[in-house]
């Protein structure tokens, strides 16, 4: 045992120090594994950091309805007796006043330009009661105040303003030949909200001639299994043709389209890569061996055994596999991880989210990059385990 | 035996080496290949766009409506040459997941609008504009769900309900059509406006936005003036823009997948040219005895070079030609499971030209080190002391 | 050129030749004035110790090497003045290396070896078979067309090379140790087919060897030593 560990590190010690006759070579692997990795983990911090941040929006103590077949929020329509009916529904927490704790909201588009590119884009714009911003988790003010009741005030979300042109505190915007200041900013845990805009319900009602509808009812519950009394209460009454769910489903399907393509488009294209990077990475290999075949003879002739030839090889390509997996995974931390987008999210309006680089994303690009090495190696770790030795000492 | 035979049997001399090149190259090209016909394909839009096409939209958004009148004010207008309007239906079929792209139109008007795009048969055009529940379905979206002339299909809406309340509409499928140009997407149903407009339980009288075509691309500046003009400080303000600026915003907004499309395909490029350029670096030191000999016989430097040249571009043609073929073969597989996404999908001849231009590149860039090595190699030197 | 009162034809002139190598700040000066005239259809067997300059030689009279000075004629072209391109085109024509180990490629058959020569030709197809043809019938490889070099013996590659070097008929034939890989008999079949190149087909052959024996085939046999010649006549 002792003896082929020795054996081993022998023949390791041997193919690493006549690394540098073939160090192009050896740079071109390790630098095209490491852009291999690079690849795959920008898309997925980029999936990951989406689906983060619309499905961590979602509480599951919180109903949202919406008119059945809607899909999302912005096709939505509720009217104003369906309304009555959701608040007088059972499952549904009450305030101290005995009120429904309850939201009605409009979910409108308006455009906005984006810093980045400078070009027009899609932007929600929420109307909500009293009680909406009490319906999401840790929402709160960071600069100026709330919008007063009854007025074309604004508050604007954090994520928002900072990718968007136009809503910083102080400033007035026009939708609708109207004109509306911007009279407070707000935070939302990272959440999907902090993407919004937030004005009061009333006045975007009747400046949009939605007098009396509304898009989504959002209601909390007495607690998360609530949910199937009141659709069981909703499904029966033929008078309403609504979907209920809880909001962090309703969330997970908004988000999951999106990340879902992502990376379906991530892992194909990484995965080509890493095929083309393996076929340099075997080639590399089997330069090795060739340029190794007098000594691994030599040390074959006087007694050393195919194994350690052959893992001496494999290791030789695993290291490289495996340097070039960190500095990529290194290099997708320092430049992507963090990173502010925004895309289009399921109901036609942006979402602000940062791609979000794990340790278990890192995990898997690691794996990604030591299939490789392991796969570039194995073969020339054979070709050099059964070479003949003559061949190798006279070749 | 010629030269090219010297330069296949040179390539092939390492025959796994050479098999290992290939496949890389072939990946990077397949990469190539797929993601740009994907963003052709995706911007589709904006190519289609002539430059006298106008879309007048609500200021505030796209999503937001504008009345049904506005669309003869507008027609009035003068410098306006052809005008539909369109109202988003938000279809699906059976199932909400079952997306369908369906618009309500003016038939008539529509047809003639867009009689540069799509090919309708005269039976298809007048069923369509004398049928009140008729639809007009394209090619390919009749071909997907399997229908027919004459079949009647439920399509229900995510957004409007019936006056009965009921979700779905019930239309006769009166006529189908073609695309003319190959970035018209035939996935879409159109209805006629007034049945549409009648039935519906809210949202009467308002259209999602007017599209139309001006008598010249002179006459834009003023009739898109006139259009906002005359709209501006009522209910509904307008915006209007060329087709081809709100097809770039509204793709724009999904993010900037060019720059994705590049970052992918140039790493996907280092890689290859790093592990190709390499190899060649290798392959043509260790022939260089042989290189030797071929000018002890009186083969010139030059000659030298064009033959480590032509073995390289060469193996960039080898590898990269299949490059294409995989990446026709993988978008004629997901064309149709992303439809909905880009619906221009397709290899692009354009594209596949650039990919043979680039494949002769590559070979030159990734030969020229070896290349010319080899044509200044010295012969006393190459033959060495044996 | 010639002057017309040379009383011989010499394939090779060689007048006060110079030739040196230097390495970093070391000069070593392999020939300082060598003189050598050679005549057409001559076959000459140069020795001498090893390191004493003969690869070179054939070097520099091949046009692969250059001289520092001096003049050097070959087959009635000052070489000294030729260009790179001008000195591969002439060698195309004129001269036929064989050498030690062969240097057959070994991706191509034998046939094909044969032929590289004639793809700097203006010649056909179908000629340039015939020629192969030839020149390998004349080394007696007939039936070896289409085996590759690691298919053959050391004495039947060497033949291959010969047939290469003679394919395109040059006038000149330069052999560096061409039987010093090859054991006596292989040796005297390859010596054989040198001697009646020169006999039947009137080939100029210079030919470097450390072997005695081999020297006994050519017509005269060089001595060169110290920058040198030192000439013996021999009977052949
Ligand atoms: N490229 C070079 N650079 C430096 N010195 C060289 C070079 N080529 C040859 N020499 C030197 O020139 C001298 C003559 O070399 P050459 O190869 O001509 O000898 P040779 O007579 O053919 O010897 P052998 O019988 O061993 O083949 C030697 O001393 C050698 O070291
Ligand atoms: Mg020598």
């Given at each position: 045992m002792r003896s082929i560990i020795l054996q081993i590190l022998a023949v390791t010690a041997i193919n690493l120090k006549s690394l540098p006759q073939r160090l192009w070579l050896s740079l071109a692997t390790v630098i095209a594994v490491g852009l291999v990795v690079t690849v795959l983990l920008a898309f997925l911090s980029m999936a990951n950091g989406f689906r983060r941040t619309i499905a961590d929006s979602g509480a599951e103590d919180i109903a949202v309805v919406l008119r059945s077949g809607a899909v999302s929020e912005i096709n939505s329509v509720v009217l104003r007796d369906q309304v009555r009916l959701i608040e007088d529904g059972p499952g549904i927490a009450r305030g101290p006043d005995g009120k429904p704790q309850t939201s009605g909201e409009l979910y409108l588009t308006v455009n906005g330009i984006k810093r980045s590119t400078g070009t027009k884009a899609s932007l929600p714009l929420r109307g909500l009661g009293p009680l909406g911003p009490g319906l999401r988790r840790g929402v709160v003010i960071t600069a100026g105040r709330m919008f007063n009741p009854g007025t074309n005030e604004i508050i604007v979300g954090r994520a928002l303003g900072k990718e968007f042109?136009?809503?910083?505190?102080?400033q007035t915007v026009t939708f609708n030949s109207t004109r509306w200041s911007v009279v407070g900013i707000f935070a939302a845990d990272g959440s999907v909200f902090e993407s919004e805009i937030w004005a009061d319900l009333p006045v975007l009602q009747s400046l949009f001639k939605r007098a009396g509808s509304v898009q989504t009812v959002r209601a909390r519950l007495t607690s998360p299994a609530a949910i199937e009394t009141l659709r069981a209460y909703s499904d029966n009454d033929p008078r309403l043709k609504l979907d209920v769910m809880s909001e962090a489903a309703y969330f997970a399907q908004q988000a999951s389209n999106t990340s879902d393509l992502i990376q379906k488009l991530g892992w194909p294209l990484a995965i080509a890569m890493a095929l083309g990077s393996l076929a340099g990475a075997l080639n590399t290999m089997y330069s090795s061996v060739a340029a190794r075949a007098t000594e691994i003879a030599t040390l074959r002739a006087i007694g050393f055994g195919g194994f350690s030839a052959f893992v001496g090889t494999l290791v030789e390509s695993l290291i490289l596999a495996a340097i070039g997996g960190v500095i990529g995974a290194a290099a997708t931390y320092l430049v992507f991880d963090g990173f502010t987008a925004s895309t289009m999210g399921a109901s036609f309006s942006q979402v602000v989210f940062n791609f979000q680089l794990t340790p278990r994303l890192i995990g898997q690009g690691l794996l990604l990059a030591l299939a490789v090495g392991l796969f570039g190696g194995l073969f020339p770790a054979l070709r050099a385990a059964r070479m003949p030795i003559v061949a190798g000492l006279y070749g | 035996m010629n030269d090219l035979v010297l330069i296949r049997k040179n390539l092939f001399r390492r025959k796994l080496r050479a098999i290992l090149m290939m496949v890389s190259i072939l990946i990077a090209f397949a990469i190539f290949a797929v993601l740009a016909s994907f963003e052709r394909a995706f911007n589709a839009g904006q190519d289609r766009a002539t430059p006298d096409r106008l879309v007048v939209l609500n200021k505030i958004n796209f999503t937001q409506p504008l009345p049904i009148s506005y669309y003869n004010r507008v027609a009035a207008i003068d410098g306006v040459a052809q005008i539909t309007h369109f109202s988003w239906f938000g279809g699906y079929y059976q199932e909400p997941r079952n997306f369908i792209a369906a618009f309500a139109v003016d038939p008539e008007n529509w047809m003639k609008l867009r009689d540069t795009d799509f090919v309708f048969s005269p039976e298809a055009r007048a069923a369509f504009i004398r049928e009140r529940t008729g639809v007009l379905v394209g090619a390919r979206m009749m071909e997907k769900w399997g229908w027919k002339v004459g079949d009647h299909i439920p399509i229900s809406s995510s957004i409007w309900s019936q006056k009965s309340g009921s979700h779905a509409w019930d239309f006769i499928i009166v006529g189908s059509f073609t695309a003319r140009i190959p970035q018209a997407d035939t996935n879409v149903m159109l209805m006629g406006y007034d049945y549409f407009n009648e039935t519906r339980s809210f949202g009467k009288d308002l259209i999602s936005w007017l599209a139309l075509r001006t008598t010249s691309v002179a006459a834009n500046e003023r009739v898109i003036e006139a259009i906002d003009g005359m709209f501006a400080n009522s209910p509904y303000e307008t915006t209007t823009d060329s087709e081809k600026a709100f097809s770039k915003a509204f793709a724009a907004q999904l993010g900037n997948i060019a720059l994705i499309v590049e970052l992918v395909v140039g790493a996907a490029f280092v890689t290859i040219l790093m592990i190709v350029g390499n190899t060649m670096v290798m392959t043509v030191r260790e022939r260089t005895r042989e290189i030797g000999v071929l000018k002890t016989l009186g083969f010139s430097g030059g000659r030298i070079l064009r033959m480590v040249l032509g073995e390289s571009i060469l193996l960039a043609l080898l590898g990269g030609l299949p490059g294409l073929g995989v990446a026709l073969l993988l978008i004629t597989k997901v064309r149709d499971s992303l439809m909905n996404f880009v619906p221009a999908l397709s290899l692009y001849p354009d594209i596949a030209a650039a990919a043979v231009g680039l494949m002769v590149v590559f070979g030159i860039i990734t030969g020229l080190v070896p290349a010319l090595n080899a044509m200044r190699l010295n012969i006393v030197t190459a033959l060495g002391r044996s | 050129m010639l002057s017309p009162a040379d009383p011989i034809d010499p394939m090779i002139d060689i007048v006060d030749l110079c030739k040196r190598f230097t390495k970093g700040k070391e000069t070593i000066t392999i020939f300082d004035a060598l003189n050598l005239a050679i005549p057409r259809g001559d076959f000459v067997a140069v020795m001498g110790p090893s390191g004493s300059g003969k690869t070179t030689l054939l070097n520099l009279l091949g046009g692969i090497d250059r001289s520092d000075s001096g003049a050097i004629e070959v087959a009635g072209e000052r070489l000294d003045r030729l260009s790179e391109s001008e000195l591969s085109r002439w060698r195309a024509s004129h001269i036929g290396f064989i050498f030690q180990f062969y240097n057959l490629m070994p991706m191509l058959t034998a046939a094909q070896n044969v032929e590289l020569p004639l793809l700097l030709t203006r010649l056909g197809r179908k000629e340039r078979r015939e020629r192969v043809e030839t020149a390998l019938g004349v080394v007696g490889l007939a039936d070896r067309v289409k085996h590759y070099p690691k298919e053959m013996s050391g004495g039947q590659q060497q033949r291959v090379a010969i047939a290469r070097a003679i394919v395109s008929d040059p006038a000149l034939l330069l052999c560096d140790e061409p039987t010093g890989d090859l054991d006596r008999s292989t040796a005297d079949e390859v010596l054989s087919i040198l001697q009646v190149l020169n006999r039947d087909l009137g080939k100029t052959i210079v030919m470097v060897t450390h072997d005695p024996a081999a020297a006994q085939y050519a017509k005269r046999s060089l001595h060169l030593d110290k920058g040198h010649f030192i000439e013996k006549e021999l009977v052949a």
């Open positions: 042109e136009g809503f910083e505190l102080g | - | -």
